[in-house]
């Protein structure tokens, strides 16, 4: 963690990369001077604005997906979440039930007002009232897997007296805010009353919640922070700047969560790097940029982030973490080919004022003719209003030859920057007490012509066991199920102190080598060293990972190791020796061969039944298993090449 610790009270017990720039700029007493009032604080137009004009009469095409499922769904039932779903979390550990239900309701009402702003049409005005008003008559705005009442009361439903502030309650309130923010004159006139609702409804439940409990463990006031304290006050801060009615409560809501928001930022290493994954990149460090956006906005410019160094390196975390296609580095609770409908244009947004035209390039690259029919209302509308997007041409990817982030020991190298042609390799260092966490300390990811090959599986549908004691049952979680040893019978240990040691990266015009020890990560006795190098040679290309170890002189042991690789793809073992991976999605295969040639080599298929791996992957993964004689010391290398 970055900042510097200050002897305020508990929001201000870091004052981090934010504060050190805007210093007293950001204090109470000056945002007060400077916050624009609540109608226009928000960075979008009433839905009678004429900005909103070129939406409607040229727009059509970036509101394709969504006037499709509008207009489909219009006159139907809504979802409607029920309290048995809502127990099952409680009492099979099932939470798909009852968030599909919630998540469908809030994207059809994100729909809904979509359609009212660019159509004005009352019938839509009418759909977007059923939705709020179901979302204000909602028992909780709280996911079951959140709600902190139930294990303490013995229940299995909410506590209405005492609403649960978390990601779900905070998304609400947000999409609250901007639904009144760009309707709010025509619910007046049609729906008179409801705004006073919604406000009351969004107090309760989510603003006074903030203000009252500091309590909350997603503040990281104990210092662990991770991806809920910017999400959830990235929204808090629209909902406080739209709906909080009392001046003083307003400037001091926004005071907290521009505190929640440093403090997230001061926890990241300087590269900007996260250690929960690419794919919780856009709702971590991604939630921070978009509340920066709408701080900015907020305080006419008083308060910009574009100088403040790790919000310029965290920007390149998505490119640097790029495979090739759909296919990115998956490290911790993330999926090797993710969903495309981010919001690609808020590092687009940062990387064009910053200046960084491989960011951008990157962004560009991924950016789709019209909005999705599933976006965040908050996030569809600085989509819809952002010109420098919607103009901006697509283009090939950077593709960077090679990166390595100390902050959470991972690098990234392809045989040729630019293009995916080739062998990329992905390699992990770190510790097992990571956010989102892997058993995967020393973990190494090979793709061939941007598909991965050798891979991490990723993970899968999450339930109560996902965040629970049981975590490590998941077999997805394992070492043993990642490309690590298996030392003696004994996989990584689970925390912090279990990591790699001795880390060094070297990137060379011809090579992209790291070295680490990765002992530590294992509980075995007598083990003194487990050196690992990973090297790709851009010249053959190979990807080369040779695993020397040592264990003590008096220490024995019969129980022989293992080398796991998990394979995607068609395997077969080649006729010269190793076995050759065909990818499923039409790269070229590679041989995976190792020395000495005589260890025995078992193959055993992992079927995926859970769908969020299987839409990844197919039916199966396929884990290589190198058995080690349980020598005193030894080397053995495996090498990856194309198979031409």
Not at 65 to 90: K, N
Not at 243 to 251: A, G, K, S, T
Not at 433 to 461: C, F
Request: overall charge negative; proline content about 7%; some cysteine.
């Amino acid at each position: 963690m970055t900042g510097t610790r200050t002897g305020g009270g508990a929001a201000d017990s870091v004052r981090g990369p934010l504060l050190e720039v805007w210093e007293s700029a950001a204090s109470a007493e000056n945002l007060a001077r400077v916050l624009l009032p609540s109608d226009a604080a928000l960075p979008a137009p009433a839905a009678d604005n004429a900005l909103w004009a070129p939406i409607r009469d040229n727009g059509g095409d970036a509101m394709l997906a969504v006037r499709r499922r509008a207009e489909t769904e219009r006159g139907t039932p809504w979802p409607q979440p029920l309290a048995s779903q809502y127990a099952r979390f409680f009492r099979d550990g099932d939470r798909t039930g009852y968030e599909s239900q919630v998540f469908e309701r809030q994207d059809r009402l994100t729909r809904a007002v979509l359609m009212a702003v660019t159509t004005r049409q009352e019938t839509w005005l009418d759909e977007t009232v059923d939705g709020i008003l179901l979302l204000c008559e909602q028992s909780s705005w709280c996911w079951p897997a959140h709600e902190e009442s139930c294990p303490a009361r013995g229940t299995v439903l909410p506590d209405t007296d005492r609403p649960c502030l978390d990601l779900g309650a905070a998304d609400v309130a947000a999409q609250l805010a901007w639904a009144d923010q760009l309707l709010g004159t025509s619910l007046d006139e049609r729906f008179p009353g409801l705004r006073g609702r919604l406000r009351s409804e969004t107090r309760t439940r989510v603003l006074h919640p903030f203000l009252r409990r500091r309590d909350w463990h997603w503040l990281g006031l104990d210092g662990d922070v991770h991806n809920w304290c910017p999400w959830i006050c990235g929204n808090l801060l629209v909902a406080a700047l739209r709906l909080c009615e009392h001046d003083e409560e307003r400037v001091t809501l926004v005071s907290l969560a521009v505190a929640g928001i440093d403090r997230y930022l001061a926890a990241l290493p300087p590269d900007g790097s996260v250690d929960e994954g690419y794919e919780y990149w856009w709702n971590g460090a991604c939630r921070a940029l978009e509340a920066l956006d709408v701080l900015e906005h907020a305080t006419s410019g008083a308060l910009r982030a574009v100088d403040v160094p790790v919000v310029r390196e965290t920007v390149r975390f998505p490119h640097r973490m790029h495979l090739g296609g759909p296919w990115y580095v998956n490290f911790a609770d993330a999926r090797a080919r993710p969903p495309a409908d981010q919001p690609w244009h808020v590092p687009y947004r940062w990387a064009r004022r910053l200046g960084d035209r491989d960011a951008m390039r990157h962004a560009a690259s991924r950016r789709a003719a019209a909005i999705s029919a599933s976006a965040e209302l908050g996030r569809a509308v600085s989509e819809l209003l952002d010109p420098h997007w919607r103009e901006a041409e697509r283009s090939g990817p950077p593709l960077t030859s090679g990166v390595w982030l100390p902050g959470t020991q991972v690098g990234v190298a392809r045989s040729a920057a630019g293009t995916e042609l080739g062998l990329a390799v992905a390699v992990k260092g770190g510790h097992n007490g990571e956010h989102h966490n892997h058993n995967d300390v020393g973990s190494v990811i090979v793709a061939v012509d941007g598909v991965p090959v050798l891979v991490d599986a990723g993970r899968p549908t999450y339930t109560a066991q996902t965040f629970g004691p049981g975590r490590y049952g998941i077999w997805t979680m394992q070492s043993s199920w990642h490309n690590v040893p298996e030392v003696r019978g004994t996989p990584q240990g689970q925390g912090g102190e279990f990591r790699a040691r001795r880390v060094e990266a070297v990137e060379e015009p011809d090579r992209f080598t790291v070295r680490m020890d990765l002992a530590a990560a294992y509980p075995v006795p007598g083990l003194e060293r487990w050196r690992r190098t990973v090297e790709l040679d851009r010249g053959v290309p190979r990807v080369t990972v040779e695993d020397r170890w040592r264990f003590a002189a008096d220490e024995g042991g019969s129980v022989p190791s293992a080398l796991h690789f998990l394979l995607a793809g068609h395997v077969e073992r080649h006729a010269a020796g190793g076995v050759r991976v065909r990818a499923r999605a039409g790269s070229r295969p590679v041989l995976v061969t190792w020395r000495p040639q005589a260890l025995t080599a078992v193959l055993t298929p992992r079927a995926l039944e859970d769908p969020m791996l299987s839409a990844v992957w197919g039916e199966n993964l396929t884990r290589l298993a190198l058995v080690v004689p349980s020598t005193r010391r030894g080397v053995i290398d495996i090498r990856v090449e194309v198979d031409e």
